[in-house]
């Protein structure tokens, strides 16, 4: 069955770098984007980024220039590096994969900034 376990949370102080990481299993993980989202909270679940099949990213406007994502297929992970990260930042991390019929996350990692 289809499993993505997120792991690399953890807690840092504004200014500081953590590297989120998403381990697939269950499907053909080099055919299919991978997306990051994350819930602070009070706050509905939002779109951070994306990384497609060839390598295509995509970002919300509020990370760009902080955060990378990119994507090992021989390894079936895909990773989001986060750099600069500020207050706002703090929420569960998740990593998603649309199927075509249904989407499938993880079961989240919590990433608090603070001092």
């Known amino acids: 069955q289809v499993q993505l376990v997120e792991s690399g949370g953890g807690l840092v102080q504004p200014g500081g770098s953590l590297r989120l990481s998403c381990a697939a299993s269950g499907f053909p993980f080099n055919r299919y984007s991978i997306s990051w989202y994350r819930q602070a909270p009070g706050k509905e679940r939002a779109f951070v980024a994306v990384v497609g099949g060839y390598d295509y990213t995509s970002y919300a406007e509020s990370v760009k220039g902080r955060f990378t994502v990119s994507r090992d297929n021989t390894k079936n992970t895909a990773y989001l590096q986060m750099n600069s990260l500020k207050p706002e930042d703090t929420a569960v991390y998740y990593c998603?994969?649309?199927?075509?019929?249904?989407?499938?996350w993880g079961q989240g990692t919590q990433v608090t900034v603070s001092s």
């Open positions: 998603n994969y649309f199927s075509g019929v249904r989407d499938y």
